[in-house]
């Protein structure tokens, strides 16, 4: 069975450019959540989507913007790139966002952006 | 703002030894504590979790102890192993009304020596 897939795998940019990151859950999970993590810290949450809306946000500006689309795979985008954008973006999907004393979240390879 | 903080943030352990990772938290809003191994290159992985009304948690060599009163939760990794090389990050799950997400410690780079 293929497990979370993320593309592209590596990506590089400059400064003030947009990038779209893009994920594939596993078959049959619904929900989707993205993380960035910065070299050498745990991932911080951005968004989870679920059944195609957004069902949590994390502290991050709106440049950072998310959609979650029928086959349940989602975009994450980010506008007017920063330098401290440089990160792994980490995409995780589950069953259902969340079940009480239960983990459902499986991570993906993430995607390396470098912004220049 | 919600936080989890872990500590060590290095460590170094002989094959066999036991590795300790420990966590703290504020926020009592957090209903679930699961640990992660993460390999470089690749993204973390489901290590062992636990709920608030369990003292401790053991599957195989990995132990999670849960003291709720301190707001403290560790990792004991028995027997360390070379392949156990990795970084290590708890987390902590929070409900908020309409939402939910995972608050991530710092992670703690474990090394194990052959």
Redesign the interface.
Known sequence: DAGVTQSPTHLIKTRGQHVTLRCSPISGHKSVSWYQQVLGQGPQFIFQYYEKEERGRGNFPDRFSARQFPNYSSELNVNALLLGDSALYLCASSLVPYRAGEETQYFGPGTRLLVL | ?QQVK?SPQSLIVQKGGISIINCAYENTAF??F?W?QQFP??????LI?I?PDVSEKKEGRFTISFNKSAKQFSLHIMDSQPGDSATY?C?A?Q?SP??????????TRLKVLA
């Not at chain 2, 290159?41 to 489901?46: D, I, N, V, W």
């Open positions: 703002q872990q209903d679930y699961p992660y290159g690749k993204g973390p992985a489901l979790a709920r990050f987390a799950h409900i309409g939402t939910y997400k995972y608050i991530f410690g710092t992670g």
